[in-house]
């Protein structure tokens, strides 16, 4: 069987990337809210001044540079604890994919659903198109679409509101180990 590739031209694949100009370090962070991964309606106003806030996004839940950085949180809960953070991980998948995901990866932090990319605009994080892939969880295939496809970025929002940490060129496995000396620094 043959299989055939199609080129598409540069241009025509930055033009399907879209970003606003979003937030730098400094800036001070609006209230957002958005679905978590059990339904309920999880708002940032309730967590601004108790802790920092890690707020990473990633592609796509069930896939490997993903799952390996939503585990790595999981896996530096204890860590985080003792820096006083908290963990967010924003996609654009569904209710439904983020409670597979983070019941096959056993996560103990919030995952929230931004499948209009109203979050990833917010922050300015690039997003393209979504789409769909398959994944068996518990002996179960299930279609996993969600509505966008974000960038890999991640922010610390301080204890004050603002942005003490931004990273766009984040790399999976290293961002915990990078948050954590982030937040060390801060004092």
């Known amino acids: ?56 996004f990633y592609p796509a839940a069930m896939t490997g540079g993903c799952t390996k950085q939503a585990c790595a949180y999981r896996d530096q809960s204890s860590a985080l604890n003792d820096v006083d953070a908290i963990v967010v991980g924003v996609s654009g998948d569904s209710v439904n994919n983020l409670k597979l995901f983070k019941k096959a990866n056993d996560l103990n932090f919030t995952l929230l659903s931004d499948i209009n990319g109203t979050i990833a605009n917010q922050f300015g994080v690039a997003t393209r198109d979504g789409s769909s892939i398959e ?31 931004k990273n766009d060129k984040v790399k999976a496995t290293e961002d915990t180990s990078t948050v954590i000396e982030q937040i060390k620094k801060l004092g």
């Open 135 to 165: 994944r068996e969880v518990d002996g179960i295939m299930h279609t996993l679409t969600r509505g966008i496809t974000t960038m890999r970025w991640t922010f610390i929002i301080g204890k004050d509101g603002s942005v003490v940490y």
């Open 1 to 56: 069987m043959k299989t055939l590739f199609r080129l598409i031209p540069l241009f025509l694949l930055v033009s399907s990337i879209s970003a606003s100009a979003g937030l730098e370090v400094g800036s001070k962070v609006d209230s957002f809210a958005a679905n978590d991964d059990t339904g309920t309606l999880w708002q940032l106003s309730e967590h601004l001044g108790k802790k920092n806030i890690v707020v990473y």
